[in-house]
């Protein structure tokens, strides 16, 4: 190989270098935080983004991460009405459908809860479903140890007057953590 030739390769190879080194990814920032394994999304209060303070002080978007994240995406999901997403149809809880059919208190209660079971079946993080209950359900006790029977039937009281339900959910993840859900919806 003549002189020429061996200068070209080398400067062939050093170009090629100077390439890469320009392709690599930026040295990271510290301290670096690792992913959550939940995932990390903006944060709702009421279906509206929240502003707080952000790491330079100046206002920013909140953010939301870990089992908080898990929780608010379950509320999404399940406020969502089914067919209304454009991008997923399949995504979200048919309780329009659910609330029209003539039944009785009970079987509606049932209804909705499986409609939650359904709806949850959509989320991949999700592992197990351990219990689902109205404020006036036996397992509502399960799921909230905090509240006694007494608490428990003041509050069942309070939302047959005001005609607003709320439904707990307990569930496992896929990491072994539990998680409790409300959700929350105005009927019978």
């Not at 992913?35 to 790491?55: C, I, N, S």
């Not at 997923?88 to 809880?93: E, R, V």
């Not at 509240?147 to 339900?165: D, G, K, P, T």
Request: aromatic share 6%.
């Amino acid at each position: 190989m003549s002189d020429a030739e061996t200068s070209a390769q080398q400067q062939a190879q050093t170009d090629y270098n100077n390439a890469l080194a320009r392709l690599a990814l930026p040295a990271r920032a510290k301290p670096f935080v690792p992913a959550d394994p939940y995932g990390r999304t903006l944060q709702l209060t009421d279906g509206d983004f929240v502003v707080a303070p952000g790491a330079d002080g100046a206002p920013d978007l909140a953010m939301i991460a870990g089992k908080d994240e898990l929780a608010q995406g379950i509320q999404v999901l399940v406020g969502t009405n089914l067919g209304s997403d454009i991008f997923n149809l399949g995504f979200g809880f048919d309780l329009i459908s659910t609330m029209a059919q003539p039944v009785p208190f009970a079987q509606m209660q049932n209804l909705i809860r499986l409609c939650v079971v359904k709806a949850l079946s959509q989320e991949q993080r999700i592992r197990q479903i351990l219990a689902v209950a109205f404020v006036d359900d036996p397992a509502y006790l399960t799921i909230h140890p905090e509240v006694s029977q007494e608490q428990q039937q003041a509050m069942a009281q309070q939302q047959r007057l005001s005609r607003q339900w709320s439904l707990d959910v307990l569930l496992d993840t896929r990491l072994n953590d539990q998680v409790m859900a409300g959700i929350q919806g105005v009927g019978p």
